[in-house]
């Protein structure tokens, strides 16, 4: 069962823009992660989230954790070409993570 | 850091074969393996746990007969799938955790492109 949803599902932006990525579910997770992903390549880890309301600043990259741990979201300062990819959150719930369904991001020169 | 390698990275076999998998972890021992399936820019669908020693866990709807999990050591977990079919072509990949890596996340494995054919 899929408990964790993401949106968008796609998204092609120009280089330089701005984007939010939105990774919502009705249940509790212990913690929370955030992958990448490039065709044909295992996800490789971003970040690790814990604590509700917790936000952690990888260069351009932002994550945050709701505060009641349900929710997460990714936020990219001026994408360049380089952070496209398929981007995954992962919430641990009962000693499993769970994945969500995906955004795709395309950022175009 | 933790790697955790997977060979082949890519397999054609014909309809009817079975084809099998493996997936290392080069420098920790890791207690629990766990096999994904991904199709093209959809998230990855955990297909079965195992532990070492013991008898793989699956998910509803994954036959334990087609794709058979054998984790017999710390360091290496192994996907055969069995009479393979064209619908059977996917993405599959391994991931891994240490006794105590699950805040800190898991390692995954390069994947396999398994096309049926």
């Known amino acids: 069962t899929q408990l964790l949803e993401q949106s968008p599902q796609f998204l092609s932006i120009q280089e330089g823009e701005n984007l939010t990525v939105y990774c919502n579910s009705s249940?509790?997770?212990?913690?929370l992660q955030w992958y990448r992903q490039e065709p044909g390549e295992g996800p490789v880890l971003l970040v690790t989230?814990?604590?509700?309301?917790e936000v952690k600043k990888l260069k351009r990259l932002t994550f945050q954790f709701g505060d009641a741990r349900k929710d997460s979201s990714l936020h990219i300062t001026a994408a360049q070409p380089g952070d496209t990819g398929l981007y995954l959150c992962?919430?641990?719930?009962?000693?499993?993570?769970?994945f969500g369904t995906g955004t795709s991001l395309t950022v175009i020169p | 850091g933790a790697v955790v390698s997977q060979h082949p990275s890519r397999v054609i076999c014909k309809s009817g074969t079975s084809v099998k998998i493996e997936c290392r972890s080069l420098d920790f021992q890791a207690t629990t393996m766990f096999w994904y399936r991904q199709f093209p820019k959809q998230s990855l669908m955990l297909m079965a746990t195992?532990?070492?020693?013991?008898?793989?866990?699956?998910e509803q709807g994954v036959e334990k007969d087609k794709f058979l999990i054998n984790h017999a050591s710390l360091t290496l977990s192994t996907l055969t799938v069995t009479s393979a079919h064209p619908e059977d072509s996917s993405f599959y990949i391994c991931?891994?955790?240490?006794?105590?890596?699950?805040?800190?996340?898991?390692?995954f494995g390069s994947g396999t492109r398994l096309t049926v054919v």
């Open positions: 991931s891994a955790i240490d006794g105590t890596g699950v805040v800190a996340g898991y390692t």
């Open positions: 989230v814990v604590t509700g309301g």
């Open positions: 195992s532990n070492e020693g013991s008898k793989a866990t699956y």
């Open positions: 249940s509790v997770f212990s913690s």
């Open positions: 992962a919430g641990l719930a009962r000693y499993q993570f769970y």
